[in-house]
Protein backbone atom coordinates (compact mmCIF):
# COMPACT_ATOMS: atom_id res chain seq x y z
CA UNK A 1 0.00 0.00 0.00
CA UNK A 2 1.56 3.27 -1.18
CA UNK A 3 0.95 7.03 0.07
CA UNK A 4 0.34 10.27 -2.01
CA UNK A 5 4.25 9.91 -4.02
CA UNK A 6 4.87 6.26 -4.01
CA UNK A 7 6.28 5.89 -0.07
CA UNK A 8 5.06 2.81 1.83
CA UNK A 9 3.03 3.44 5.05
CA UNK A 10 5.70 1.55 6.71
CA UNK A 11 8.90 3.63 5.37
CA UNK A 12 6.73 6.55 6.18
CA UNK A 13 5.73 5.93 9.43
CA UNK A 14 9.96 4.51 9.74
CA UNK A 15 11.68 7.83 8.59
CA UNK A 16 8.69 9.85 10.56
CA UNK A 17 9.18 8.46 14.20
CA UNK A 18 5.55 6.70 14.59
CA UNK A 19 4.61 3.70 14.90
CA UNK A 20 2.51 1.68 11.94
CA UNK A 21 0.02 0.10 14.43
CA UNK A 22 -1.17 3.52 15.66
CA UNK A 23 -1.65 4.66 12.02
CA UNK A 24 -3.69 1.84 11.48
CA UNK A 25 -6.35 2.60 14.95
CA UNK A 26 -9.71 2.85 14.41
CA UNK A 27 -11.53 3.70 17.39
CA UNK A 28 -14.42 1.34 18.58
CA UNK A 29 -15.91 3.59 20.49
CA UNK A 30 -19.53 4.53 19.54
CA UNK A 31 -21.40 7.87 19.70
CA UNK A 32 -23.36 8.07 23.51
CA UNK A 33 -26.37 10.51 21.83
CA UNK A 34 -28.59 7.48 22.53
CA UNK A 35 -27.48 6.80 26.07
CA UNK A 36 -27.54 10.32 26.73
CA UNK A 37 -31.35 10.59 25.58
CA UNK A 38 -32.18 7.27 28.06
CA UNK A 39 -30.39 8.90 31.01
CA UNK A 40 -32.46 11.94 30.27
CA UNK A 41 -35.55 10.48 29.94
CA UNK A 42 -34.73 7.87 32.96
CA UNK A 43 -33.89 11.33 35.26
CA UNK A 44 -36.88 13.10 34.03
CA UNK A 45 -39.22 10.19 35.11
CA UNK A 46 -37.64 9.81 38.51
CA UNK A 47 -36.13 13.15 39.88
CA UNK A 48 -34.32 11.95 42.64
CA UNK A 49 -32.59 9.22 41.04
CA UNK A 50 -28.96 9.57 41.06
CA UNK A 51 -26.25 8.32 38.68
CA UNK A 52 -25.74 4.84 40.33
CA UNK A 53 -29.65 4.09 40.59
CA UNK A 54 -29.51 4.90 36.60
CA UNK A 55 -26.58 2.60 35.81
CA UNK A 56 -28.51 -0.08 37.41
CA UNK A 57 -31.53 0.68 35.34
CA UNK A 58 -29.59 0.51 32.33
CA UNK A 59 -28.02 -2.58 33.16
CA UNK A 60 -31.44 -3.93 33.82
CA UNK A 61 -32.26 -2.75 30.55
CA UNK A 62 -29.70 -4.41 28.63
CA UNK A 63 -27.07 -1.42 28.35
CA UNK A 64 -23.53 -3.02 28.42
CA UNK A 65 -22.49 0.43 30.17
CA UNK A 66 -19.57 1.15 32.43
CA UNK A 67 -20.58 3.33 35.39
CA UNK A 68 -17.61 5.73 35.05
CA UNK A 69 -19.21 6.48 31.81
CA UNK A 70 -22.47 7.13 33.10
CA UNK A 71 -21.24 8.72 35.63
CA UNK A 72 -19.27 11.30 33.19
CA UNK A 73 -22.24 11.34 31.09
CA UNK A 74 -24.96 12.23 34.16
CA UNK A 75 -22.68 15.19 35.09
CA UNK A 76 -21.97 16.42 31.19
CA UNK A 77 -26.10 16.56 31.10
CA UNK A 78 -26.15 18.91 34.68
CA UNK A 79 -28.12 16.58 36.25
CA UNK A 80 -25.96 16.66 39.45
CA UNK A 81 -28.40 16.10 42.42
CA UNK A 82 -28.23 19.15 44.72
CA UNK A 83 -26.83 17.96 48.32
CA UNK A 84 -29.46 18.45 50.92
CA UNK A 85 -28.60 20.48 53.43
CA UNK A 86 -29.76 19.13 57.13
CA UNK A 87 -32.83 20.18 58.67
CA UNK A 88 -31.22 21.00 62.23
CA UNK A 89 -28.90 23.79 60.29
CA UNK A 90 -31.76 24.92 58.30
CA UNK A 91 -33.37 26.07 61.52
CA UNK A 92 -30.45 27.59 62.95
CA UNK A 93 -30.32 29.63 59.90
CA UNK A 94 -33.56 30.82 60.05
CA UNK A 95 -33.64 31.72 63.96
CA UNK A 96 -33.60 34.97 65.01
CA UNK A 97 -30.96 36.22 67.32
CA UNK A 98 -31.46 37.04 70.84
CA UNK A 99 -32.92 40.67 70.89
CA UNK A 100 -31.42 42.95 72.97
CA UNK A 101 -32.88 44.24 75.91
CA UNK A 102 -33.78 48.39 75.83
CA UNK A 103 -35.50 48.34 79.16
CA UNK A 104 -34.60 46.26 82.74
CA UNK A 105 -36.25 43.22 83.10
CA UNK A 106 -36.68 42.87 79.08
CA UNK A 107 -35.24 39.62 78.06
CA UNK A 108 -34.60 36.65 80.07
CA UNK A 109 -32.42 33.28 79.06
CA UNK A 110 -32.74 29.84 80.45
CA UNK A 111 -29.44 28.18 80.64
CA UNK A 112 -29.26 24.30 81.72
CA UNK A 113 -26.21 22.71 83.11
CA UNK A 114 -24.63 20.27 85.20
CA UNK A 115 -24.13 21.40 89.04
CA UNK A 116 -21.12 19.74 90.34
CA UNK A 117 -22.35 21.14 93.66
CA UNK A 118 -25.55 18.67 93.01
CA UNK A 119 -23.65 15.59 92.63
CA UNK A 120 -25.98 13.55 94.51
CA UNK A 121 -29.29 15.54 94.01
CA UNK A 122 -31.89 13.34 92.08
CA UNK A 123 -31.90 15.98 89.21
CA UNK A 124 -28.49 15.75 86.89
CA UNK A 125 -28.87 19.53 85.84
CA UNK A 126 -29.51 22.43 87.30
CA UNK A 127 -31.69 25.24 85.78
CA UNK A 128 -30.57 29.18 85.85
CA UNK A 129 -32.08 32.21 85.10
CA UNK A 130 -30.36 35.22 84.49
CA UNK A 131 -31.87 38.52 82.83
CA UNK A 132 -30.31 40.71 80.34
CA UNK A 133 -30.47 44.22 81.10
CA UNK A 134 -29.52 47.28 79.02
CA UNK A 135 -26.37 48.68 80.16
CA UNK A 136 -27.86 52.28 79.81
CA UNK A 137 -30.36 51.49 83.19
Not at 2 to 8: A, E, H, I, Q, Y
Not at 22 to 43: G, N
Amino acid sequence: MLLGRGVSIRRACRVLPFDTSSYHYQSRRTDPAFLKKRIKEICETHVRYGYRRVYHILRWEGWVVNAKKVYRLYRDLGLQLRNKTPKRRVKAKLREDRAPAIRPNDVWAMELGASALLRFATSPCTISWRRYASSAF
